[in-house]
């Protein structure tokens, strides 16, 4: 329905003041805003012969957002992302399993709603993606394709060494014949040689710290864009993982560490005077050099230990946040029931609901399950609730209603 209708070339009509040939009448329109889109670089193709090779430069484009004309009043306010590139065709069938059972429901395993709002939905087949990244070596994307059961893309990458499928999730400007290569395994033989056998801080990172490359925390330089990262060493990413998510590496406790060794050897050799620390701030200190700040997109900052996986970059379709669905049943298709106000319920069904007309029952504003949801019942420090409040005596305070000084 929604393709562009086709050209009707070579008709005659009876009609003088039509033309023969009609111009096609498309159903959608594509509208940028933001920066003009330069364009996209195109891939080359892996060359097994070139060891380390950057992924192409593609130039950031605008906010891409296609429309449709307004046939149907759910076409009338329909927004989607523009990605062309993405995989037409169906997933590889041996990374899927089906969604069954009580997952779709919001039921726990007594069949009572634990999570509302959820139900029905169009059948699904969860993509088994690779958070964890631990297989090394170059893996060549071989295309992108939309998960139903993410905001974010995933890259299906075939390994050059054992010729083996994955999905992962892609970063933002991935493209079909990028190469990605995790380095969760250890540093590969041919970089230390190309280093001279000697860990270089800098030809590290120039190496390994590209678009769509997994490293561990520690070898990631500070003020690079991350995403999918992990939370416990040797399990798989669990931060940043949705839609145009991504955090950012502010510091790193081994710099801090270096620096105070360097200052207690300037200290015995008695150029300077260092400060010496008491336990606690040395146990303080040996924990902050295990680990890695982040700051995330809420402006929350972490510590994340050091052997914990990150993928370089953002993750990917960061137009996300722009959708609109047009209509109500395409929340129903994505597993989303209707949302229903307490004050048009009945009284059995809600606190706020019964009586005649618009009316709450002159209640506190309250849960369903009767909880004060207002009031600062949960914004308030728990030393500020039901505590009395003193009000200071005035002296002479009779005196003043009548006039006296």
Same mark, same amino acid.
């Given at each position: 329905?929604?393709?562009?209708?086709?050209?009707?070339?070579?008709?005659?009509?009876? *009609?003088?003041?039509?033309?023969?040939?009609?111009?096609?009448?498309?159903?959608?329109?594509?509208?940028?805003?933001?920066?003009?889109?330069?364009?996209?670089?195109?891939?080359?193709? *892996?060359?097994?012969? @070139?060891?380390?090779?950057?992924?192409?430069?593609?130039?950031?484009?605008?906010?891409? &957002?296609?429309?449709?004309?307004?046939?149907?009043?759910?076409?009338?306010?329909?927004?989607?992302?523009?990605?062309?590139?993405?995989?037409?065709?169906?997933?590889?069938?041996?990374?899927?399993?089906?969604?069954?059972?009580?997952?779709?429901?919001?039921?726990?395993?007594?069949?009572?709603?634990?999570?509302?709002?959820?139900?029905?939905?169009?059948?699904?087949?969860?993509?088994?993606?690779?958070?964890?990244?631990?297989?090394?070596?170059?893996?060549?994307?071989?295309?992108?394709?939309?998960?139903?059961?993410?905001?974010?893309?995933?890259?299906?990458?075939?390994?050059?060494?054992?010729?083996?499928?994955?999905?992962?999730?892609?970063?933002?400007?991935?493209?079909?014949?990028?190469?990605?290569?995790?380095?969760?395994?250890?540093?590969?033989?041919?970089?230390?040689?190309?280093?001279?056998?000697?860990?270089?801080?800098? &030809?590290?990172?120039?190496?390994?710290?590209?678009?769509?490359?997994?490293?561990?925390?520690?070898?990631?330089? @500070?003020?690079?864009?991350? *995403?999918?990262?992990?939370?416990?060493?040797?399990?798989?990413?669990?931060?940043?993982?949705?839609?145009?998510?991504?955090?950012?590496?502010?510091?790193?406790?081994?710099?801090?560490?270096?620096?105070?060794?360097?200052?207690?050897? !300037?200290?015995?050799?008695?150029?300077?005077?260092?400060?010496?620390?008491?336990?606690?701030?040395?146990?303080?200190?040996?924990?902050?050099?295990?680990?890695?700040?982040?700051?995330?997109?809420?402006?929350?900052?972490?510590?994340?230990?050091?052997?914990?996986?990150?993928? @370089?970059?953002?993750?990917?379709?960061?137009?996300?946040?722009?959708?609109?669905?047009?209509?109500?049943?395409?929340?129903?298709?994505?597993? @989303?029931?209707?949302?229903?106000?307490?004050?048009?319920?009945?009284?059995?069904?809600?606190?706020?609901?019964?009586?005649?007309? !618009?009316?709450?029952?002159?209640?506190?504003?309250?849960?369903?399950?009767?909880?004060?949801?207002?009031?600062?019942?949960?914004?308030?420090?728990?030393?500020?609730?039901?505590?009395? &409040?003193?009000?200071?005596?005035?002296?002479?305070?009779?005196?003043?209603?009548?006039?006296?000084?």
């Amino acid at each position: 329905m929604l393709q562009p209708r086709m050209a009707l070339t070579g008709l005659r009509l009876p *009609f003088r003041c039509l033309s023969s040939a009609i111009a096609p009448r498309a159903y959608s329109t594509a509208r940028e805003t933001g920066t003009p889109s330069a364009g996209e670089t195109p891939t080359s193709a *892996f060359d097994p012969n @070139i060891t380390f090779a950057p992924p192409p430069v593609r130039e950031q484009s605008g906010i891409q &957002v296609r429309r449709y004309k307004p046939r149907t009043p759910g076409l009338r306010h329909l927004r989607r992302p523009i990605n062309d590139h993405l995989w037409k065709g169906r997933p590889v069938h041996r990374l899927t399993f089906p969604k069954r059972g009580q997952a779709k429901g919001g039921r726990n395993n007594t069949g009572q709603v634990t999570v509302r709002h959820r139900g029905g939905g169009h059948k699904r087949r969860i993509r088994m993606v690779d958070f964890a990244r631990a297989a090394p070596g170059p893996h060549e994307v071989e295309r992108i394709e939309h998960d139903p059961g993410r905001s974010a893309h995933i890259a299906l990458v075939r390994s050059k060494l054992t010729r083996k499928l994955t999905y992962i999730l892609a970063a933002d400007g991935m493209r079909a014949g990028d190469v990605v290569e995790s380095y969760m395994a250890g540093i590969p033989e041919e970089l230390w040689k190309s280093m001279g056998g000697v860990v270089d801080p800098g &030809v590290l990172a120039a190496r390994t710290a590209w678009r769509g490359n997994c490293l561990p925390l520690h070898m990631i330089p @500070i003020g690079t864009l991350i *995403f999918n990262v992990g939370l416990r060493p040797g399990k798989g990413g669990q931060l940043c993982r949705s839609a145009g998510t991504f955090a950012t590496v502010i510091a790193k406790g081994s710099d801090e560490q270096a620096r105070y060794e360097e200052n207690l050897k !300037k200290d015995q050799e008695g150029e300077t005077e260092v400060k010496r620390m008491t336990q606690k701030e040395k146990q303080k200190r040996e924990r902050i050099a295990s680990h890695i700040t982040i700051r995330l997109q809420s402006g929350e900052v972490r510590l994340i230990h050091k052997d914990c996986c990150a993928t @370089i970059g953002v993750a990917s379709n960061p137009n996300y946040q722009y959708r609109q669905l047009g209509k109500a049943g395409r929340s129903r298709w994505l597993n @989303i029931r209707p949302t229903v106000r307490g004050l048009a319920m009945n009284a059995a069904e809600h606190p706020h609901g019964g009586g005649r007309g !618009k009316s709450k029952g002159n209640v506190d504003p309250k849960s369903p399950w009767g909880m004060p949801a207002k009031s600062g019942y949960k914004t308030r420090p728990k030393w500020k609730i039901n505590k009395a &409040v003193v009000v200071p005596r005035v002296r002479n305070q009779g005196k003043r209603r009548r006039g006296y000084s």
